[in-house]
C-alpha cells in the first residue's frame, strides 16, 4: 500500500485566492483526519470523517475552511479566500476506526505558503 | 482536554545515552500512543500501550504507563543521530464514540549528536 497520499506537496499561492487540498486515504480505512501545524498553535486537530461522514468540525478556524468526502478514497480542504495567516503544514491522516486500539496513518503533508 | 502534554520540550543528548520523555494527560483512556516525527515529514506511529498494560517494549523503545497518575514516558536507549526527531504521545480517550480521534500537543523536541 502507498501510505496516504496527498497533493500538492507544496503551494504557493496570493490573498485572496482559493485554495484546495487533496487527501487520499489508504484502501480500507474509514477515518480521515485533516490537521494543520504551525510552530505557534503546534498541531491542530481541523475536522475528521467517519465512513464519508464529517463528524467533528469543530476545529476548523473559520467559515472560509471547508471540507469535503466524496467517497471513501478522496478528501479535499478548501480554504476560501486565503489569508497569510493560513500558511503551514496541512496534514491528512487515515485509519480504520472499528478497532479500539487503532492508529493513525499519516501523509507527509502540504507546505502551504499565502504571500 | 483530551491531548497529552509532553515533557520536556526539547531534549539534548549525545549518541548512545538514553533518552526519557514524558507524558500527562487528564482523562479516562483507552490506550496511549507515541508517535514521532522527523523534521518535514508527516507523524509515524511508534507504539500503543493499552491501559490495562503498565509496560510495553518495542526494539530500543520501551514505553510505561501509569494510569493512577495519567502519566506515561518513552525511553528510547541507545540513542542514535536517526532519532532526531520530535516525538508526540496522544491519549486515546475511553470516553464516547471518537472514531479514533487523536489529538497531539506540542511534543518533545529530542536532538541526538553525534
Known amino acids: 500500500d502507498a501510505g496516504v497520499i496527498q497533493s500538492p506537496r507544496h503551494e504557493v499561492t496570493e490573498m485572496g485566492q482559493e485554495v484546495t487540498l487533496r487527501c487520499k486515504p489508504i484502501s480500507g480505512h474509514n477515518s480521515l483526519f485533516w490537521y494543520r501545524q504551525t510552530m505557534m498553535r503546534g498541531l491542530e486537530l481541523l475536522i475528521y470523517?467517519?465512513?464519508?461522514?464529517?463528524?467533528?468540525d469543530s476545529g476548523m478556524p473559520e467559515d472560509r475552511f471547508s471540507a469535503k468526502m466524496p467517497n471513501a478514497s478522496f478528501s479535499t480542504l478548501k480554504i476560501q479566500p486565503s489569508e497569510p495567516r493560513d500558511s503551514a503544514v496541512y496534514f491528512c491522516?487515515?485509519?480504520?476506526?472499528?478497532?479500539?486500539?487503532?492508529?493513525?496513518?499519516f501523509g507527509s503533508g502540504t507546505q502551504l505558503s499565502v504571500l | 482536554s483530551q491531548q497529552g502534554e509532553e515533557d520536556p520540550q526539547a531534549l539534548s543528548i549525545q549518541e548512545g545515552e538514553n533518552a526519557t520523555m514524558n507524558c500527562s494527560y487528564k482523562t479516562s483512556i483507552n490506550n496511549l500512543q507515541w508517535y514521532r516525527q522527523n523534521s518535514g515529514r508527516g507523524l509515524v506511529h511508534l507504539i500503543l500501550?493499552?491501559?490495562?498494560?503498565r509496560e510495553k517494549h518495542s526494539g530500543r523503545l520501551r514505553v510505561t504507563l501509569d494510569t493512577s497518575k495519567k502519566s506515561s514516558s518513552l525511553l528510547i536507549t541507545a540513542s542514535r543521530a536517526a532519532d532526531t526527531a520530535s516525538y508526540f504521545c496522544a491519549p486515546r480517550w475511553a470516553g464516547g464514540t471518537s472514531y479514533g480521534k487523536l489529538t497531539f500537543g506540542q511534543g518533545t523536541i529530542l536532538t541526538v549528536h553525534p
Open positions: 491522516a487515515s485509519s480504520f476506526s472499528r478497532a479500539t486500539n487503532e492508529k493513525l496513518f
Open positions: 470523517f467517519n465512513n464519508n461522514v464529517p463528524i467533528d
Open positions: 500501550i493499552r491501559s490495562n498494560e
